[in-house]
């Protein structure tokens, strides 16, 4: 199975972030926990990302959620597959701990939720934050000199790179009907905005999103192998 390495990305992203790979942490105190750890510390990079990945999966169903009520029909399924890419990352990097002999720590942090047009928004800055953080992730990782370890990692951080780019279609899409930053309205002008959102090609389509089973790995078309992980057409499922 191919793997990609993860040298391509150590240059990329100087963002300022305060993603919470800890439990209410911003990510620039996070990483200064893990790469003050002890060399040796296997475990601090991957608990970090194992803990982004768990909360990230929450959040981004709770977007879905949000973007059906509000009949973006395409911005739904594309937080219902980064929900589920978020869940695969997560259990990959609880199968590589527990295999290390750690059991995987898990701290709830609540999403902030708004409107789909400002979870999209949301998104694509935290997918410009992670780029950042999940290569001094990796930096650590290397350091330490795991493989297990940085691949999980890597395929974390290419699974989220490849979601990076469909946010910004979709919140494209969106603004391109003319009322992403508009609330639900009720009766006859609800039914009208739903109908012309449904006849577009844009935010109120429902189209589908597929996730790679092994990775996490996000297309809008089924690739005939994962261009992350070498694995075949039959591992992706729909999100």
């Known amino acids: 199975m191919k793997r990609r390495n993860f040298l391509f990305w150590l240059g ?19 990483l200064s926990l893990v790469l003050n750890e002890k060399q040796g510390n296997l475990f601090a990079p991957l608990q970090a990302a194992y803990q982004d990945s ?6 981004y169903l709770a977007f879905a959620g949000v973007a059906t ?5 395409e911005a739904a399924e594309l937080f219902k597959a980064a929900a589920l890419g978020e869940q695969i990352h997560r259990d990959n990097h609880s199968k590589v701990l527990q295999e290390l002999g750690v059991l995987p720590e898990f701290k709830a942090v609540a999403p902030q939720v708004g409107s789909t047009l400002e979870n999209l928004s949301r998104a ?13 992730l990796l930096q650590q990782a290397k350091a330490i000199g795991n493989t297990s370890v940085v691949t999980t ?4 951080l290419e699974g989220k790179t490849s979601r990076a780019i469909l946010y910004q279609e979709v919140k494209s899409n969106l603004l391109s009907t003319n009322e992403g930053g508009l609330p639900r309205q009720a009766g006859m002008v609800a039914g009208a905005i739903a109908s ?6 844009g935010a109120g389509t429902k189209a589908a999103f597929y996730v790679c089973s092994v990775c996490g790995y996000t297309a809008r078309a089924i690739p005939e192998t994962c261009p992350q992980c070498g694995a075949d057409a039959s591992q992706f499922q729909a999100g």
């Open 12 to 30: 990329m992203g100087t963002v300022v972030s305060n993603l919470p790979l800890i439990a209410g942490q911003g990510t620039e105190k996070a």
């Open 153 to 156: 990692l890597e395929e974390a």
């Open 124 to 136: 694509i800055a935290t997918a410009a934050q992670e780029q950042n953080s999940y290569t001094q």
């Open 54 to 59: 768990a909360n990230s999966h929450a959040r």
């Open 196 to 201: 012309k959102a449904d006849s577009s090609a």
């Open 69 to 73: 009520q509000e009949n973006h029909l």
